[in-house]
């Protein structure tokens, strides 16, 4: 179990893990949006990267019987939003993560989880 106050979340953070993906962060946001519970971030150090980590993690968590409410965002490769209602996945092409700072912008998130891969 890799968060002990939410072990569903465990499946979601594996499925991103699979890639070699950079910087990925959990912050939970519940009590400051209705949108989500938990926000995932991470980066990919190329377009076309972010666009297979986004295609990666759909596969494994469909496997799993778990599919998307909506993913915007990965033809282009900047930035994709995958939607699993009370899960939010980020995955940024790292210049723009950089660039809109999502962290700086939730500063009142809790993190739960920081892994530096």
């Known amino acids: 179990m890799i968060y002990e106050h939410d072990p569903s979340l465990d499946v979601y953070v594996k499925a991103a893990l699979e890639k070699k993906i950079i910087g990925l962060v959990v912050l ?3 009590g400051l949006t209705s949108i989500a519970d938990y926000f995932i971030i991470c980066s990919g150090l190329s377009n076309r990267q972010v666009r297979a980590v986004a295609e990666s993690i759909q596969v494994d968590l ?3 019987g778990i599919k ?7 033809k282009e490769g900047h930035w994709v939003i995958m939607d699993y209602g009370h899960v939010i996945i980020h995955i940024f092409y790292e210049p723009v993560r950089t660039l809109y700072d999502l962290e700086s912008l939730w500063i009142d998130a809790k993190r739960i989880g920081n892994y530096n891969e």
């Open 28 to 30: 939970d946001v519940r």
């Open 62 to 64: 469909k496997k799993k």
């Open 68 to 74: 998307p409410l909506s993913v915007e965002g990965q």
